[in-house]
């Protein structure tokens, strides 16, 4: 398993951005799909986005629709690190925000909970004025 620690979370405007981060430790992170996953209240836990490996450095991206355009995952190798950059932020990514690893998904598979073995602990985001 990979230990995930969530930060960066909080209370922003509409229209306001944010960065997310999650440190990874543990598995070799260079072999790890690493995802980004929320959970609104009163809903269930949905994905938002993955980023899989092409090498030791590239990553391929794919995001959930509600936030295509707006979100951006991306890596830091050197300190076995992920983030999401979130923009032009709605009252509806309202959420906690989780961080997953999984040993390796493909396809659809990279959307669902059951693909991943390490879940961070997640990191409030409110979008409100």
């Known amino acids: 398993q990979v230990q995930l620690v969530e930060s960066g979370g909080g209370l922003v405007q509409p229209g306001g951005s944010l960065r997310l981060s999650c440190a990874a430790s543990?598995?070799?992170?260079?072999?790890?799909?690493m995802s980004w996953f929320h959970q609104a209240p009163g809903k269930e836990r949905e994905f938002v986005a993955v980023g899989n490996w092409i090498g030791r450095t590239g990553l391929r991206t794919y995001y959930a629709d509600s936030v295509k355009g707006r979100f951006t995952i991306f890596t830091n190798t050197a300190k076995n690190a992920v983030y999401l950059q979130m923009n032009s932020l709605k009252p509806e990514d309202t959420a906690v925000y989780y961080c997953a690893a999984a040993k390796s998904c493909s396809g659809n598979g990279c959307y669902v909970e059951s693909s991943y073995d390490s879940w961070g602990q997640g990191t409030q985001v409110t979008v409100s004025s």
């Open positions: 543990g598995r070799a992170f260079s072999t790890n799909t």
